[in-house]
């Protein structure tokens, strides 16, 4: 029951605070009275005041205790009006240890919403309705309770000096809390769009080079056309398969190209692909990294797209290898069935995830293998190292293959 009541009271706390304040003065309200009538008999003989509480004192009472209700929208006021009643009531000849709760809350209120500036000024008609108090008691207790008085309203001041403080601290630490989530989430979009132009230029070459073969495939056609009728038609074959996968590749170009990039360099190189794994793996080895590839499943040609991306992830998951996982091993393995999975391990000790989370080379991979319709994971291992697994659908022998568009089919 208990925990069900208590995250009730903190919903309604943060929706209406009015709603608490009005029952939290009612409490205080209710308490006064409750020991107003208990203090009735006998206050005289302690040498407080004699004057009973009637509907004047309650009046008074009431005033002063509920208006806490308006803390929050009015403190300043609340403070002014509680004193006022508190000091009348007194005044009147009621029991001087009646109302004197009510202005330190209004008081602890003023100095939790205003600056010292403004609450310590403020703090002094409470101070004062406190020291008058001390002196309508009994005599020989005017001291003490002066001192003691003096050091409440002190304390009532310090403790929501505290709150104002802690609050702009709060304030503070979210609002930059908010401004290093929105770098992380700047960097990363940069790290995503840079990445996308980079894919966008290697799928450029991809178009190129297919482009290139049908050239080639056309030009050997017209040339054989008459006197080799079976080469011109493997020729033409060629080129229909060709021209299919570059619309493919055309399409995704566009929807990853969607913001403009200064080209750098003129010439195209020849695509890399899986072909290349083993110089990539000679070249990590010759860097001091023991590199062990296996490969398991049938070997086929893969669409160039797919070619490409494979090898990039090896290279970015092998070249972390050399950048964080200091002496290490890695292990590269392939499987191919109707899908084709890439497994990248190492047994470093450096750090793979950076304390603001998934560096730019993760990104990058994820981005790039996105585009195929992939997935890719990467975890720290429990027994050391780190891990990296993607995985790309491949298109079955025989059959087109459809790329994936991240923001939708693309005019061509």
């Known amino acids: ?73 009015a403190p300043l006021a609340v403070l002014s009006i509680s004193c006022a009643a508190a000091v009348v009531f007194h005044a009147a000849g009621y029991d001087a240890r009646l109302n004197e709760v009510a202005p330190l809350l209004a008081l602890y209120t003023v100095a939790s ?11 002094l008609p409470v101070a004062a309705s406190w020291w008058h108090v001390s002196f309508l008691g009994p005599g020989a207790y005017i001291w003490p309770n002066l ?20 609050v702009e601290r709060n304030k503070q630490l979210a609002h930059l809390t908010e401004r290093l989530r929105q770098e992380q989430e700047g960097r990363a979009r940069r790290a995503v769009t840079e990445e996308r132009v980079r894919i966008a230029r290697e799928l450029h070459d991809v178009v190129a080079h297919h482009m290139s073969v049908i050239v080639i ?58 072909q290349r794994l083993e110089q990539l793996v000679e070249r990590v080895r010759s860097a001091g990294v023991p590199v062990h590839v296996s490969i ?7 669409p160039s797209g797919i070619d490409l991306c494979a090898y990039r992830v090896v290279q970015e998951c092998l070249t972390n290898v050399l950048k964080h996982a200091r002496q290490a091993s890695a292990w590269v393995s392939l499987t191919y069935g109707n899908e084709l999975e890439l497994r990248v391990t190492d047994d470093g000790v450096g750090a793979a995830l950076t304390s603001q989370g998934e560096g730019h080379g993760l990104i990058g991979m994820r981005e790039r293998v996105k585009l195929y319709k992939g997935t890719v994971t990467a975890r720290v291992k429990p027994s050391g190292g780190f891990e990296v697994v993607a995985t790309l659908p491949l298109p079955s022998p025989g059959t087109d293959y459809q790329p994936s568009y991240p923001h939708g089919e693309p005019n061509a």
């Open 296 to 302: 398991t499943g049938s070997v086929r040609p893969l």
């Open 147 to 166: 001192v003691q008085v003096s050091v409440m309203v002190a304390v009532a001041w310090t403790f929501g000096n505290s709150t104002r403080l802690l």
């Open 1 to 73: 029951m208990r925990a069900k009541v208590l995250p009730s009271l903190r919903r309604l706390a943060v929706m209406n605070p009015f709603i608490v304040d009005l029952g939290f003065s009612v409490v205080v309200a209710g308490t006064t009275l409750g020991f107003g009538f208990v203090f009735a008999t006998g206050s005289g003989e302690l040498g407080y005041a004699q004057r009973p509480l009637d509907a004047v004192g309650v009046g008074l009472t009431l005033v002063a205790n509920l208006v806490l209700a308006w803390r929050r929208r």
């Open 217 to 274: 495939q056309a030009g050997l056609a017209r040339y054989v056309f008459g006197s080799d009728p079976a080469t011109a038609r493997g020729a033409l074959s060629t080129i229909a398969d060709t021209g299919s996968e570059v619309m493919g590749e055309m399409r995704r170009l566009l929807s990853v190209l969607r913001i403009d990039a200064d080209d750098e360099g003129d010439g195209y190189d020849s695509v890399p692909g899986l």
């Open 113 to 123: 919403r205003r600056r010292p500036a403004v609450s310590i000024p403020w703090g």
